[in-house]
Structures are given as structure tokens and as C-alpha cells.
């Protein structure tokens, strides 16, 4: 991305920003969702979001169904924050709807994603902050900022933060600058002359390189369990491709960071596959840019963006998946 196009995204999201305070001034009540099982992007983006809202003196309601599935790191933060702001459930969502409420969509535009996606249409109106590519599966938003050239949608937010001299302390500088690096790890990262510039906007209110380190920190079991499957990746001339075994049971982070470790071996592209549990099977890819990452993913009905996109499908065999995909990529580097 040039400056040139950086600034013109940048006003872009300055407008956007009027759009979305009269917005949230108009309504009475403000929901804020994430995708399900929220990382630190998108729980920093909407607790940002929530913090907007509550200065305007607004009702405001963070809907998440997954406390008990979460990221143990990620739960951490909700539960510090549990005094602070109000997190429901669907189910009490339900329960407290009105005709008027707004809908703020942060971290995902994909209505299989967010865990309220049939009560979408209660909505008066609905807003989505993002960086993921969109397709045949995206919310239809009254407004929306959704840029893909943007490393996270906690750097979105921040600058929002920041165009609107909103004062935020250090806990939610932590979270923001966590959403921020988690999204710009390894080499799919899009940070840009902005993101170094909201990076020191955050440590300028006290953000701590060390509480995130802390949020990164690995367990070693897990960590040797993430290198043997990366230990039988299997390359090919543009792919490194590693596939776990049927008895090994990964989280969708376990594949992420083996997707991320093999960026350092400049494929055109890379994937991890393995059983998320015993009936399905996660798939989690990285690419230069040359082959769309979110393309092949949608294949297996995930998506993400040209860089980064996984998928998670209902399917018993893994050798399977792993031919559909090779055959897949040799199809798109075909048609380059
Ligand atoms: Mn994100």
C-alpha cells in the first residue's frame, strides 16, 4: 500500500467515524458482537467500540455466547472487565430487544460468524468494523468500514479512539496493542505507517510490551504438539502443506501458529489441516499474496482474506482433505 492510498483510506475512515457517532447518538441502546470465540482483535475492537458508545451515555450490551469455549487469555480479559461493561448472552438479548436497537459488528462481516445471526433482522440497524475480505456470506450493513489493506481491526478502532480524543486507560491500551499484534504475526502482516503510529498512540496511554508477551506466552506441551505437526509438513514447489494425524485433536490457534511458522519458508502458499475435534476438520492457510487464501478457503466454506483465511468442514478423512486441497491449489496456480 502506498501513502498515497493509505491516506485516502484514512479519510475514508474519518468519514466513517461522524457516520458511526451520529449513529450511536440516534439510538437508545448499542449491541456489540464479534466473531464467535473472540481472539484479542476482536474483543479489544469491541470493547473499544463499547467505550464509544458509553461516553455518549448510551445503553450499551456486548453480546458473546462462548464464555465457556473462549481462549483461556481472552477470557482473562472479559472477566476483568465484567464490572465495567455488560456482557450478555443471545438468549438475554433476546430478552431485552426493543425496535430500536443498533447492531456494531466488529472483527468479522460473516453472518455464519457472529453467534446472533438469527436475530440479525430485529435490528433497526447494523454497523460492521472490519478487515476481512467480503463475500456471498456478508452482512447486509447499513454502514460499514471494512478495509482489507488495514493490519487489524483494533488499529481501525484505535484510530477512531483517536480522531475522537476519547481518553482510555492503560487496560484497554493493552488490549488494543494485544488485537494489534496478534494480527500482525508472521509474514502476512499489513502494518503499515499507521499502525506504528496508533502502536506508540497506545504506548503514549501506557500500553506494556511485557502484559502482551504475557498473553503470548506458550506452554510447552502445546508448543512441541504445534512443531511435530509442523514437522511433517510436505512441500511442493509453491505449498507447505502439514496435516495432523486422526487421534491428535488441534484448537483453531494450534493450526494458526503452524500456519504462520511455515510463512517463514517463502511458499506461495501454506496449510495447516488437522482435526478440530472428532467430526471436523480445521484447515488454517497463510499466502504471499499470490494465491488468494480466502478463495481456496471459501472452497472448503471458510474464508478470510488474500493473505490469511481459514476454514472448518464437517469431514472424516484428513488424507482427503488434503488431496482436495493440493488439487485445488494446482487449479489456481493454472489459471494465474
Ligand atoms: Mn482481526
Do not use: W
Not at 212 to 239: A, P, Q, Y
Not at 240 to 249: L, P, Q
Amino acid at each position: 500500500m502506498t501513502n498515497e492510498e493509505l491516506n485516502i483510506i484514512l479519510k475514508r475512515l474519518k468519514e466513517f467515524t461522524y457516520i458511526l457517532i451520529k449513529q450511536i447518538k440516534e439510538s437508545k441502546e448499542i449491541f456489540i458482537t464479534t466473531h464467535k470465540n473472540p481472539d484479542f482483535d476482536a474483543i479489544s475492537s469491541a470493547l473499544a467500540v463499547a467505550l464509544i458508545s458509553k461516553q455518549l451515555k448510551k445503553d450499551t450490551y456486548i453480546i458473546n455466547d462462548d464464555h465457556n469455549l473462549m481462549d483461556p487469555k481472552v477470557k482473562t480479559i472479559i472477566d476483568a472487565n465484567l464490572n465495567e461493561f455488560n456482557f450478555i448472552t443471545t438468549d438475554i438479548y433476546n430478552n431485552i430487544k426493543s425496535e430500536n436497537d443498533i447492531l456494531i459488528i466488529t472483527d468479522t462481516n460473516k453472518k455464519s460468524m457472529v453467534s446472533c445471526k438469527d436475530y440479525l433482522s430485529n435490528f433497526k440497524k447494523i454497523i460492521i468494523i472490519d478487515h476481512h475480505l467480503e463475500n456471498q456470506d456478508s452482512i447486509k450493513a447499513d454502514y460499514k468500514f471494512i478495509n482489507t489493506n488495514l493490519s487489524s481491526t483494533a488499529e481501525i478502532v484505535t484510530t477512531i479512539l483517536n480522531y475522537l480524543k476519547i481518553e482510555y486507560n492503560k487496560d484497554i491500551a493493552n488490549y488494543l496493542l494485544s488485537g494489534i499484534i496478534l494480527d500482525n504475526l508472521g509474514n502476512s502482516s499489513k502494518a503499515s505507517r499507521n499502525t506504528f503510529f496508533i502502536v506508540s498512540q497506545l504506548m503514549d496511554k501506557d500500553a506494556d510490551l511485557n502484559y502482551v508477551n504475557t498473553l503470548f506466552e506458550e506452554n510447552f506441551e502445546n508448543d512441541r504438539k504445534v512443531h511435530d505437526l509442523i514437522d511433517i509438513t510436505e512441500f511442493t514447489d509453491t505449498s507447505a502443506i502439514c496435516c495432523g494425524k486422526k487421534e491428535i485433536i488441534y484448537t483453531k490457534e494450534d493450526l494458526a501458529k503452524a500456519a504462520n511458522y511455515l510463512t517463514k519458508f517463502k511458499h506461495d502458499f501454506n496449510c495447516a489441516i488437522g482435526y478440530v475435534d472428532k467430526e471436523h476438520i480445521g484447515l488454517s492457510s497463510r499466502s504471499n499474496g499470490k494465491i488468494n487464501a480466502s478463495k481456496v478457503m471459501e472452497l472448503f466454506g471458510g474464508g478470510g482474506d488474500l493473505n490469511r483465511a481459514a476454514a472448518q468442514i464437517k469431514e472424516n478423512d484428513i488424507k482427503k482433505v488434503k488431496e482436495d486441497l493440493v488439487k485445488v491449489l494446482k487449479l489456481q496456480i493454472n489459471t494465474n
